[in-house]
C-alpha cells in the first residue's frame, strides 16, 4: 500500500521509526520499495554522489525531474519526495510554488524537500496552501555550504540550539509535514523530536528522531570520496562490484566470458552457405 503523509504520521504517534533512504534512478527505487523503506528521497545530494560535483549548489530543476521521474516509476509504496534544488525556492514565492509543482506534476513526486527554518516560512506556507506536502530540513542545510563556511555540526552552542527549535516550530506551524534534522548534536533532535507533533527525520541526528534517512551510496560503501561521522556501512557493494569487474575483465580477456549459455545459435548449414 502507498505510503502516504498521513501513514507517516501514523508512525509518529505509534512510535514506529520512520525509514527513508534517497535513491536517484528506477532500478535502485525498485530495489529500496521492495525492501520496505517507508519513503524515499530523491535529493540534491544527487549532485555529489551520481553528478560528481564537490556541493550540491550547481543541481538543477531539470535534473531533479528527469531524477524524480525515474525514482516514481519505481517506487511502488514508498512516498516519493523530491528535493527543491538551489535557487529554486530562494528567490520568491512564486518561484516556490511554481517549482514545487513540477516536481509533482512533471516528476511525480508526492512531496517536495526544501532547506531552511523561519527564513522559509512564506514559501513552505504557498507550497502547503497549493496542496503540495513539504518536508523542512533544518541543521546542516548543504546549500547554505558557503554561508555555514564548510559541512559542520550545527546548534551547539545555547544560541545555535535555541535558533534550530524555533526554526523547528517554525516550520512546523507553517505546515510542513515533517522535518530532517541534519549534524545536529543527538539530545537536542530528541528535544526537538519530543517537543513536535510532525516526525523528525534524522541523519546525523542520533535515535531519539522519529525516523532515519540515509543516502544510499553511503550507506553500501559506494562512495568513497569522503566518509561523515553519521554514516554506517552496512554493506560493502562498492568492494563487491569492483570484484565483479574485475572478474568480468578477466574473463573477457581470458574468453570464458560468453560461454555458450550466453550465445545465440543458428544452423552450421546456414554458415556453410556463406560466401
Ligand atoms: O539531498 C539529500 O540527500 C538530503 C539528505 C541527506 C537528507 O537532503
Known amino acids: 500500500m502507498k505510503n502516504t503523509v498521513l501513514?507517516?504520521?501514523?508512525?509518529?504517534?505509534?512510535?514506529?521509526?520512520?525509514?527513508?533512504?534517497?535513491?536517484?534512478?528506477?532500478s535502485m527505487a525498485k530495489l529500496i520499495d521492495a525492501a520496505g523503506v517507508n519513503s524515499i528521497l530523491v535529493g540534491d545530494?544527487?549532485?555529489?554522489?551520481?553528478?560528481?560535483?564537490?556541493?550540491?549548489?550547481?543541481?538543477?530543476?531539470?535534473?531533479?525531474?528527469?531524477?524524480?521521474?525515474?525514482?516514481?516509476?519505481?517506487?511502488?509504496?514508498?512516498?516519493?519526495?523530491?528535493?527543491?534544488?538551489?535557487?529554486?525556492?530562494?528567490?520568491?514565492?512564486?518561484?516556490?510554488?511554481?517549482?514545487?509543482?513540477?516536481?509533482i506534476k512533471e516528476g511525480g513526486a508526492q512531496a517536495v524537500k526544501l532547506e531552511g527554518g523561519a527564513s522559509v516560512v512564506p514559501q513552505i506556507k504557498a507550497i502547503v496552501e497549493a496542496s503540495i506536502p513539504v518536508v523542512a530540513h533544518i541543521g546542516l542545510t548543504p546549500q547554505s555550504v558557503n554561508a555555514f563556511g564548510g559541512f559542520r555540526v550545527q546548534g551547539k552552542s545555547e544560541a545555535e540550539a535555541q535558533k534550530l527549535y524555533d526554526d523547528a516550530r517554525a516550520v512546523e506551524a507553517a505546515g510542513a509535514f515533517c522535518v530532517v534534522l541534519e549534524c545536529v548534536p543527538a539530545a537536542l533532535a530528541e528535544f526537538i523530536s519530543s517537543r513536535l507533533s510532525i516526525p523528525t527525520i534524522g541523519i546525523g541526528a542520533g535515535a531519539g528522531c522519529d525516523g532515519q534517512v540515509l543516502v544510499y551510496q553511503d550507506m553500501l560503501k559506494m562512495f568513497s570520496d569522503f566518509k561523515p561521522k553519521f554514516v554506517k556501512h552496512f554493506a560493502d557493494i562498492g568492494q563487491e562490484m569492483k570484484n565483479a569487474f574485475t572478474a568480468y575483465i578477466e574473463e573477457v580477456k581470458a574468453g570464458t566470458f560468453?560461454?555458450?549459455?550466453?550465445?545465440?545459435?543458428i544452423s552450421d548449414d546456414i554458415i556453410n552457405k556463406l560466401y
Request: proline share 2%; charged share 20%; glycine share 4%.
Open 7 to 26: 501513514t507517516i504520521q501514523k508512525q509518529k504517534n505509534e512510535h514506529d521509526k520512520i525509514t527513508m533512504l534517497t535513491a536517484y534512478d528506477y
Open 45 to 103: 545530494s544527487l549532485g555529489m554522489v551520481m553528478l560528481g560535483y564537490k556541493d550540491t549548489l550547481s543541481v538543477t530543476m531539470e535534473d531533479m525531474i528527469h531524477h524524480t521521474k525515474a525514482v516514481s516509476r519505481g517506487a511502488e509504496n514508498a512516498l516519493v519526495v523530491a528535493d527543491m534544488p538551489f535557487m529554486s525556492y530562494q528567490t520568491s514565492v512564486y518561484d516556490a510554488v511554481q517549482n514545487a509543482g513540477r516536481l
Open 258 to 265: 560468453p560461454a555458450k549459455e550466453h550465445c545465440f545459435a
